[in-house]
């Protein structure tokens, strides 16, 4: 996106002293229409230059109205009936239009009060009359001076009076003088990278004037331009309604001695333009607001709301605000526009693009739009540093301006430096407006801990621990702190994380071991080997392939450094050996991930019992533990990758599980039959298990699982489980493999079990499979024709169904009836002929590669559409000409090298 250049002549104060100049009739009109006029303008913020009350008696008067109209950004003329006796008058509009010769920016606003614009064209009647008097004292040169100006005048386009009413004609001078000087009120950075699709969005709403939606919220991550964004479109749009406020620093001001009625006075003053109103109380303020918008077309800016009770001192008139009327909020909370019980308009402000920061960042820092091949690389790292964050880009390019050459260069080492702290002091805002504490342990947990977690593990802890709050995580999502990236991944902005490490660090600047949270793998470290650890810690990451190979070989580390640490809740290690044992090792513990331990099995001393999550992916054990265990709280147990196991330990102290990973433990083969015995299982994968080899029937008795993943379990044999359908909440079945020649026969194995009992009836269906079944991928099945089901009824929940790689030519009429399907994958299916009548609900369907008699086809169909347009549309064949036009009507994207033809 280009920058924009906000740069604008006619607002600058500091190019002129005037808005406007007003020249007039004293003896006409000053007592009067003048003085109206006068008076509506200076309260619609227009400074204007009069010349009754604006020069010092004693002056020079001509010099100074001279000076005064070279300092206004417009002239306007009141003609009335003897405004041409006045040779003052007369000589203020030769002086005007002269001005102007030679300015042609300055403009010039004729206003004809009581008087004819033809008696001005054609120099008659009063005007005539007059000239003829000034016949008499006048040089004829000064005549004709006058005379050329006026002429000039009346070929410019102005307002007449006719015959309505004077407070109306005054209204609309008001509004065409706003709109000529196209004026600014609030400032904004002179050059702005990235914010024209917003702006454009927003003045749109207000604009289009949608009857039910008079409020919106700017929400977005604190620097990333709302405030800004705000300010452009108050200036943009403020002189289309009758009054206007923009509230800054709501947040702060609210925090202030009776703060709230300090908002509504400033309000209510600047919709009276300048008036004072005095309020006792925030009830009364909230009147007295409500009566002065309720009958006026208003537009207010509440910049940087942070509580919903600074909301409802302002926006309860929300409910009578008058037609036409718009209310804008920017907000660091996201929650805010669910405040009221009328419908809010939201515009969320995504960080800038790469490419958009680097010209933000370069104009800061070397006042252009694009640096030098020099510092090409060094700006794109900074930029990656500041992530989108325009603020971070201007304060750091700031910094850097005044930098060169190896100076520049040595600063950029430590970004996070050049700041002085003001980009986290912005951040930090939101991290304080946490009412809990709670939830700020929260964050700084996911700062220093969490980041790239799953949100379900993540969210099993917080539901468990009482040191945190159950609604904490969307909390921290509200206030824009975290985010839950497309993987399912907690994310945080690298600033904001950076902002989180911060405040830890400050909990004890020169001790590592008295922070609470210990997240640098070179500070563990040095934890572990001096042994100086405390109470104070809470979480503790070690990643011994992070530290210096020099240091690993110089000291051995024991399980006796953790001991101190008796506060302990969240340990992340990987590939540490640790000698000693566990019996003084920390209790407390909710979170365990060890990857890549050394055990054999879980040692017996080590005790675990208030453990949430588990984590001992890529480790060697063999056996995790034997006999039976007890971890009443468990909920999450990741033994992914473990290439020793064998088989399951047993489950009947796993009471509370919920979540149990198996992927890719290549020599697991037995599944304990205790597995039955977790009701609360909701999730199960056993993904890339090549030699398990059967699972025990008590899996039915799971009625909670909702997740079954087997994908990949190539010895998988006819050992599957009978009575699947009793698993009522079971919604999701993933039985496909890769496209690998090992794991063809199971993928077939595998759909010949599911349809074992129906090969035969001539009503196939999956009755075997539980009706509540939402995700069914049974790609590279092997599935033909007279494998497929008749019926698809008996899944009326199925939304998701994946069929790829498999060799049929026909799908059954009877997937129309499933009403909630919404995503259908025939991806490599290189014998399909034709599509039956597809469910109404469907709003994804994707087709690929037909093989190498047709090359690639590609069809992606994204959106609803009407099910008869698609039924019985394609029969594939080599042909030379094809409806191009019909495929496109339903949806569809196919590449040029494609022949369709339509069957009938």
Not at 150 to 178: S, T, W
Not at 837 to 842: D, E, G, R, V
């Amino acid at each position: 996106m280009a920058a924009v250049n906000n740069k604008k002549s006619s607002s600058s104060m500091c190019e002129f002293s005037y808005h406007v100049f007003l020249s007039f009739r004293g003896a006409d009109t000053r007592k009067n229409f003048t003085d109206h006029l006068y008076t509506a303008l200076e309260r619609a913020g227009i400074h204007v230059f009069r010349d009754d009350d604006a020069i010092e008696r004693g002056a020079d008067i001509e010099c100074d109205v001279e000076k005064a109209i070279r300092q206004s950004k417009m002239s306007l003329i009141v003609f009335s009936s003897n405004f041409a006796s006045s040779s003052w008058c007369l000589d203020e509009v030769a002086m005007i239009m002269e001005h102007k010769k030679h300015h042609a920016g300055h403009i010039v606003l004729p206003v004809f009060y009581a008087v004819d614009p033809s008696e001005v064209q054609k120099q008659t009647g009063d005007l005539a009359e007059a000239f003829s008097g000034h016949g008499k004292r006048f040089k004829d040169e000064k005549i004709k001076r006058w005379r050329k100006a006026l002429c000039k005048v009346i070929n410019l386009a102005g307002m007449v009076l006719h015959n309505r009413p004077e407070a109306k004609f005054i209204q609309d001078i008001v509004k065409k003088v706003g709109e000529m000087l196209k004026r600014t009120i609030l400032h904004v950075p002179s050059y702005l990278v990235g914010v024209d699709a917003q702006v454009k969005g927003i003045n749109s709403w207000i604009q289009d004037r949608p009857e039910d939606v008079n409020i919106a919220v700017i929400c977005g991550i604190g620097g990333v331009g709302k405030t800004t964004i705000a300010k452009t479109v108050f200036n943009l749009n403020f002189e289309q309604f009758d009054c206007w406020s923009f509230l800054k620093d709501v947040r702060e001001t609210s925090k202030q001695y009776n703060g709230l009625v300090q908002l509504q006075m400033q309000l209510l003053s600047d919709l009276s333009k300048g008036g004072f109103h005095k309020i006792n109380n925030v009830d009364d303020g909230t009147i007295q607001i409500r009566y002065a918008t309720r009958f006026k077309k208003v537009l207010i800016v509440l910049d940087d709301v942070d509580d919903v009770g600074q909301l409802k001192s302002i926006l309860e008139m929300g409910k009578w605000l008058y037609k036409g009327s718009r209310i804008i909020i920017t907000t660091r909370n996201g929650r805010l526009q669910s405040f009221h019980d009328q419908p809010c308009k939201e515009f969320r402000i995504m960080p800038l693009h790469e490419s958009e920061s680097l010209q933000l960042f370069t104009w800061h820092a070397f006042r252009q739009s694009q640096p030098s091949e020099y510092y090409l690389q060094d700006s794109k790292n900074i930029v990656r540093y500041c992530g989108g964050l325009p603020l971070a880009l201007e304060v750091i390019g700031f910094s850097l301006s005044v930098r060169t050459g190896d100076s520049w260069k040595r600063a950029i080492r430590e970004p996070e430096a050049l700041d002085g702290g003001k980009i986290h002091e912005i951040l930090r805002v939101s991290y304080d407006s946490l009412q809990d504490d709670r939830d700020k342990n929260l964050f700084l947990d996911i700062a220093c801990f969490f980041i790239g977690e799953d949100i379900t593990f993540v969210e099993r802890i917080v539901e468990s621990c009482d040191f945190y709050r159950n609604v904490g995580i969307q909390e921290l999502i509200d206030r824009y702190l975290i985010s839950i990236d497309k993987d399912n991944k907690l994310a945080m902005h690298q600033l904001l994380r950076e902002m989180g490490w911060e405040i830890v660090r400050r909990e004890s600047p020169e001790n590592h071991g008295e922070r609470s949270r210990i997240w640098r793998h070179g500070d563990s470290f040095k934890i572990l080997r001096k042994k100086n650890g405390s109470r104070s810690i809470k979480s503790f990451i070690l990643d011994w392939e992070q530290v210096n190979i020099a240091s690993k070989c110089l000291v051995d580390l024991n399980t006796d450094a953790f001991a101190s640490m008796s506060n302990l809740k969240l340990i992340h290690l990987n590939n540490l050996r640790l000698k000693g044992g566990y019996e003084n090792f920390p209790k407390g513990l909710v979170w365990l991930c060890w990857h890549h331990v050394p055990w054999d099995h879980i040692p017996v001393d080590f005790y675990l019992e208030d453990l949430i999550v588990l984590d001992l992916c890529n480790s060697s054990l063999r056996h995790v533990w034997h006999g039976i265990r007890c971890f009443p709280g468990l909920k999450i147990l990741n033994l992914s990758r473990c290439h020793g196991l064998v088989r399951t330990p047993d489950f009947s102290e796993l009471l509370c599980l919920e979540i149990l990973m198996l992927e890719e433990c290549t020599n697991l083969a037995e599944v304990h039959k205790s597995i039955g015995n977790l009701q609360n299982l909701s999730f199960s994968s056993f993904k890339g298990c090549i030699n398990l080899k059967r699972l025990p029937d008590e899996m039915c008795k799971l009625t909670s699982l909702q997740t079954l993943i087997l994908s990949g379990c190539s010895k998988l044999d006819s050992e599957i489980p009978n009575h699947l359908e009793k698993m009522k909440f079971l919604g999701v079945i993933r039985a496909d493999g890769p496209l690998m020649s090992q794991f063809q026969k199971w993928a077939s194995r595998m759909w010949s079990w599911l349809m074992r009992n129906h090969t035969l009836s001539t009503k196939r269906s999956f009755d075997c499979l539980p009706s509540s079944l939402v995700n069914l991928s049974l790609a590279n099945c092997n599935i033909r024709d007279d494998m497929m089901p008749n019926n698809l009824s008996s899944l009326p929940c199925l939304e998701h169904l994946d069929l790829s790689g498999n060799p049929f030519e026909h799908l059954p009429e009877s997937i129309g009836g499933l009403k909630r399907l919404d995503t259908l994958m025939l991806q490599g299916c290189t014998s399909l002929q034709s599509l039956p009548s597809l469910p109404s609900s469907l709003e994804r369907l994707l087709i690929s590669n037909f093989g190498p008699l047709l090359g690639p086809l590609d069809i992606y169909m994204f959106g609803r559409h009407e099910p008869d347009k698609l039924q019985c549309l394609f029969k594939l064949e080599h042909l030379l000409n094809f409806d191009l036009e019909m495929i496109y009507n339903v949806g569809l994207q196919i590449s040029e090298s494609m022949r369709i033809t339509q069957d009938h």
